[in-house]
């Protein structure tokens, strides 16, 4: 499969595949990097897809000084999508936990054909309440204080919870979710209503976890991935 490092506004990015005109996106989630697109990568290119995998900030080869926050994520994302959209005619996404959110966020405005999300965090405001339970502090806490450190490494930050109270997802474009029956970040219910809301497909991997990261799951999370990039049509759950 052909590889190419190179930048997109200073971001280091890996395109792989043959000259197509149709792209995916892959935005990796937390500790995560742009190599991990490899393995989507060997079954989308062989579809006819080239796939285009950026380092956010504070990850991969990132040395700058920007932050995992949506002040500077959404706008490189969509400063991305901008230029791929000069040399792609057809860009689709495939989102990973909180990469999925940023990436919900960056391009609600933007032509995305198809969307994969994996594990995806799709209510910022309920996952950090959730945290400032894990924390023993409440959200009023969390106002006084503007930023609360937690023994499980997230500081809590006032002004990004208030960012995500006043941003909810809202993606009502052709989307298929894999969840894991076992995420700890996003409740079942969850994600059940944002596929009712706006009519996302939905599989569930009733022994998965957030981190797809066992053999199983793996597997699971391979053919998932062929069988949605051969058929983007039909709704509904399915269980694996």
Not at 60 to 81: C, F, I, M, N, T
Not at 129 to 146: F, K, P, S
Not at 178 to 206: I, N, Q
Request: aromatic share 10%.
């Amino acid at each position: 499969m052909k590889k190419r490092e190179l930048e997109l506004g200073g971001v280091p990015a890996l395109l792989f595949g043959e000259a197509s005109e149709r792209l995916f996106l892959y935005v990796h989630g937390k500790m995560g990097r742009k190599e991990e697109a490899e393995p989507f990568a060997l079954t989308a290119t062989e579809l006819g897809w080239q796939v285009l995998s950026v380092d956010l900030p504070e990850h991969g080869a990132r040395r700058d000084s920007g932050k995992l926050d949506p002040w500077h994520v959404l706008p490189e994302l969509q400063k991305v999508y901008d230029q791929a959209a000069n040399q792609w005619r057809s860009i689709s996404l495939y989102g990973v936990s909180i990469g999925a959110w940023f990436s919900l966020l960056a391009l609600a405005e933007r032509k995305v054909d198809r969307c994969l999300l994996v594990s995806p965090v799709l209510d910022m405001e309920k996952l950090i309440e959730t945290m400032l339970g894990w924390a023993g502090a409440t959200a009023e806490q969390l106002r006084q204080q503007r930023r609360i450190p937690t023994s499980f490494g997230e500081t809590l930050d006032w002004d990004y919870y208030c960012f995500a109270r006043e941003n909810p997802v809202r993606w009502r474009k052709d989307t298929r979710m894999l969840y894991a029956g076992k995420d700890h970040l996003t409740p079942r219910s969850t994600a059940e209503d944002f596929c009712r809301r706006f009519g996302w497909a939905l599989t569930v991997m009733e022994e998965g976890e957030h981190w797809f990261h066992t053999g199983e799951q793996l597997s699971v999370l391979r053919r998932w991935e062929r069988e949605q990039l051969e058929s983007f049509s039909g709704t509904g759950v399915e269980k694996v």
